[in-house]
């Protein structure tokens, strides 16, 4: 037995030290010392604290309906079936590189032929029992390096897998928070439609008042009715999208889609954004943003793939091997006459098959190269992103301030018209257009703050924020799939 275990030292000798390549290394990835928009909005070149951002809005609703998302919806729990799916098929990857050993038991009643070749002596029971019980092991060495690069490639995948979870959960939290903002604008805007039909009545009543005194025509009624019924028809739809926003909000939840209709039922302000933002260096991108570092993981089990491949090229070497007892009675069936044995090395290798292996090889070159570029593709949509919200959250917040200053100058001109109107010093029309440039300017300055809020929440979303580690709350579902 000096040999086999002469020959087990050469090959471990030869698994430490030779694995057919690649290597892999990360890509360097070409991104911007600074960004390219203006910071104009409170944003700041601080290190960014994103791991639980929403609660810079300081809502407490908001905080609870992110902890009720983390812990039932159920795309995050699918990605988490994912995650666990790849940690299983790592260990079956690293099966590969340890001894297989088994076991067996068989009984056997055999009976020979009387007619049988050679000719068996003469007395020969020809009916038997067969007792026989044995263990099996086999090792293909790794000599090569192909079973390492597949639990290579294993680990990789799993890596993309965990980033993928996390990009869900940062989807999910920024999907939330849309739907809660979207809620709550649209109870602003029902709010400012309702109080615009309460002016927009008393002006009614007060044109119908003077045209029975004599003081203005129908024309001023009608016209104050037609301004009222459109008002009024922008309830219906109003009401229609906070209801569809309630009713996402809940299966995003992982709850009916009616449940949360009567907790939000009450009206509350669109969360306000904090005054300012820290966003870092576009640089940290690589390092935040899952998407990103899911594509690196993808490309470093596509690279460990070739090596899968290029080790068909080469021969396998194992060593099998068998012992057991065997007897045709019972009686000794245990006894050291009945042993057997059988121990030694093989070889295989695929001398011809047709260009099968290489091809194979090229395939995983290709995989690789598109591994690559969807990595690089994938680093320059998470910079466009980012660029694009820190331009929008900067530039809204300039329209909202104009918007502001025009509703109060609309009111100014609706409370000036009014006055001139009753003292029979202006037309009608001038209060008629007072009153519908007032409501415009209202509800484009409540849909201005939705946009902030939003462009702030897609910001943070661009910026990779809600998993990292130190956040307690994004991190509950990553550490329940763990155990």
């Not at 959960?169 to 400012?192: C, P």
């Not at 935040?288 to 899968?308: M, S």
């Amino acid at each position: 037995m000096r040999w086999l275990t002469v020959m087990a030292v050469l090959c471990l000798a030869l698994l430490a030290g030779c694995a057919v390549g690649p290597n892999y290394h990360p890509p360097q990835a070409n991104t911007p010392t600074s960004w390219t928009s203006p910071l104009a909005g409170g944003e700041t070149n601080g290190p960014a604290d994103l791991a639980a951002w929403w609660r810079n809005f300081n809502d407490t609703n908001l905080d609870s309906f992110m902890t009720m998302a983390v812990q039932s919806n159920f795309t995050l729990r699918i990605a988490e079936a994912r995650v666990r799916e790849a940690r299983a098929e790592r260990d079956v990857a690293a099966g590969g590189l340890w001894p297989s050993i088994g076991s067996s038991a068989a009984y056997s009643r055999n009976r020979f032929g009387q007619n049988a070749f050679p000719p068996l002596p003469p007395g020969t029971a020809l009916d038997y029992n067969l007792y026989n019980t044995g263990f099996d092991a086999a090792w293909e060495i790794d000599i090569f390096g192909g079973a390492r690069r597949a639990v290579e490639a294993a680990n990789a995948e799993m890596g993309a897998a965990e980033y993928g979870q996390r990009d869900v959960l940062v989807s999910l939290l920024a999907e939330v928070a849309r739907n809660y903002i979207g809620a709550r604008s649209y109870q602003q805007r029902l709010a400012i439609t309702r109080d615009n039909i309460r002016v927009q009545q008393e002006i009614l009543d007060l044109t119908s008042n003077r045209y029975q005194n004599g003081l203005s025509s129908d024309l001023d009624v009608q016209q104050a009715t037609a301004l009222l019924t459109a008002t009024e028809a922008q309830v219906p739809s109003l009401e229609t999208g906070f209801d569809e926003s309630v009713r996402h909000l809940a299966v995003l939840l992982g709850r009916p889609p009616g449940a949360l209709l009567d907790a939000l039922s009450v009206e509350q302000p669109i969360p306000l954004t904090p005054p300012a933002v820290p966003v870092g260096l576009p640089s940290d991108l690589l390092q935040r943003r899952p998407d990103v570092q899911r594509a690196e993981r993808e490309l470093a089990a596509a690279t460990a793939r070739i090596g899968v491949a290029k080790a068909d090229l080469f021969p396998k070497f194992s060593l099998t091997g068998i012992a057991g007892l065997q007897s045709i009675s019972a009686n000794n069936w245990f006894d050291y006459a009945s042993r057997y044995w059988s121990a030694g090395p093989t070889v295989q290798w695929e001398l011809f098959e047709a260009g099968r292996i290489r091809a194979n090889v090229r395939v995983q070159n290709a995989r690789q190269e598109q591994a690559l570029d969807e990595y690089q593709q994938t680093v320059l949509t998470a910079l466009e992103d980012t660029e694009n919200a820190l331009t929008a959250y900067a530039r809204e917040q300039v329209r909202r301030e104009s918007l502001t200053q025009s509703v109060q100058a609309n009111q100014q001109a609706l409370d000036l018209s009014t006055q001139l109107y009753k003292s029979g010093l202006a037309d009608f029309l001038h209060v008629l257009d007072s009153e519908r440039s007032l409501y415009a300017a209202q509800d484009a300055l409540v849909q201005s703050d939705q946009a902030v809020s939003l462009n702030l929440v897609q910001l943070y979303k661009a910026l990779g924020g809600g998993w990292e580690k130190d956040s307690g709350l994004a991190t509950t579902s990553l550490e329940t799939s763990n155990r």
